[in-house]
């Protein structure tokens, strides 16, 4: 958990490192203490006194500066932490950590850090891309530092690019996925995950839908992912960042859902099914806005049944694959999730109560029972999304795969 842990957070020369800011501000209201660490260079961008206003800690520029007589800046800030992360991350600074260069307060302290160092490599594209950039982020990997991909986008020098910093809330997203302990129980799987919800087009400007938020799907999808599995993410539209790393496809009615899902499962290994599928679509969707009609009050559309997705995969999986579903219920929760996981023909139904307002659709928190094929029940405390997709994980790699 990405909580009450000394952190270190070190910050070195990059027209990024304003984001360096939110990203502080963040890892504190997660409840963190965190330390800032500068590059010299960093110190031009931005002045040690706004991160330290912040950190409300000392902010650590120079291995020269002694603070008391009885302590080494590197050491002490190196033995202080439970977690280091370096962002930005110059081209610079990963080169002198993939050599083992302690030549300023940065690099030394990081030579000297025993705990988990998380890296956000930030350049230009053509720096990113020289194969000595190259070769020094393949050491940082040999030696057991994380890695986050850097963002494609507009480039502070004017074009388009892979190189920019991610954004603070995804760092700290990634962040959370990669201090989760999951073992690599689902090394060589294929898995596909659904999420959000479906839009059933009415004509072209309206559409029935849900109001899934997709934050369960993706944070499965994450875990999955750190789980060492390949993912397969099938989606329809959210407001949430997009995890990187894996195949996204993008999915708008449950009828597109369908084919994706079917043409990806012959090969996989499982499927998890967290999306908020509509139940109806109409019947015909206009070609044109549909017009009101000023003599008539009342308007009606016919729906027809959509496929149920989860159930023809159960139809048709085979005895080395896994369809686990999701049941929202208000009522009579773990009867009528249990009543669905056999006719839907899953392994393991994820059964949420929906009558609660402090958990499920949009919220970040959730509880919610497991049930498996064979009877067992697992019920979870009320935890984030993410604590609950690493429980099930974990479940589907002990008692399912
Ligand atoms: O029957 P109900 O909609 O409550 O079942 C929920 C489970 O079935 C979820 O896993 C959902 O993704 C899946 N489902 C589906 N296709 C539908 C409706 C629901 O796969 N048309």
């Known amino acids: 958990m990405l909580t009450n842990k000394k952190i270190t957070l070190y910050v070195s020369g990059s027209i990024a490192v304003y984001k360096s800011l ?124 994380q890695l986050m991909d850097s ?9 388009e690019g892979k190189g920019r910093m991610p954004e603070p809330v995804d760092i700290v997203s990634w962040l959370e996925v990669m201090e989760l302990s999951v073992t690599k129980q689902l090394q060589g799987k294929k898995i596909i995950v659904t999420a959000g919800g479906t839009k059933e087009r009415i004509d072209p400007v309206r559409y029935l839908s849900n109001d899934s938020s997709g934050k369960m799907g993706y944070a499965i999808a ?28 993008d999915i708008e009615s449950a009828a597109e859902l369908f084919n994706a899902v079917k043409d990806a499962f012959t090969d996989a290994d499982g499927l998890i099914m967290a999306a908020a599928v509509a139940d109806f679509r109409p019947l015909t969707t206009a070609k044109q806005k549909i017009k009101k009609n000023d003599d008539n009050d009342l308007m009606n559309i016919s729906l027809t049944k959509n496929p149920d ?13 896994f369809v686990v579903g999701f049941a929202a219920e208000t009522n009579d929760l773990l009867e009528n999730a249990t ?63």
């Open 309 to 321: 997705i989860v159930a023809e995969i159960g139809k048709i999986k085979r005895s080395n694959q």
């Open 222 to 249: 994450r875990v999955a992912q750190r789980a060492g599995a390949e993912v397969i993410l099938m989606t329809g539209k959210t407001s949430l960042s997009r995890p990187t790393g894996m195949k996204i496809i």
């Open 22 to 145: 939110s990203l502080l501000r963040l890892l504190i209201k997660k409840g963190n203490q965190v330390t800032v660490v500068m590059t010299k260079a960093a110190t031009e961008f931005v002045t040690p006194l706004t991160f330290m206003t912040l950190s409300k800690q000392t902010v650590y520029t120079d291995e020269f500066k002694v603070e008391s007589a009885s302590d080494v800046n590197h050491i002490k800030i190196a033995d202080e932490t439970d977690l280091a992360i370096v962002a930005p991350a110059t081209a610079d600074l990963i080169a002198k950590m993939a050599n083992g260069i302690a030549d300023d307060i940065a690099s030394s302290a990081l030579l000297a850090t025993t705990a988990p160092i998380y890296v956000v490599p930030t350049m230009n594209t053509h720096m990113l891309e020289n194969p000595a950039t190259k070769r020094n982020i393949r050491t940082l990997r040999e030696d057991g530092i």
């Open 151 to 159: 963002a494609t986008g507009f480039l502070a020098e004017g074009y």
């Open 339 to 401: 009543k669905k996981m056999l006719k839907k023909h899953l392994d393991l139904i994820v059964a949420n109560d929906v009558a609660n307002i402090n958990i499920g659709f949009n919220s970040d928190d959730n509880q919610v029972t497991f049930i498996f094929k064979n009877g067992q029940q697992i019920q979870t405390p009320i935890e984030s999304k993410l604590a609950i997709a690493t429980e099930l994980i974990n479940v589907i790699g002990e008692q399912i795969i």
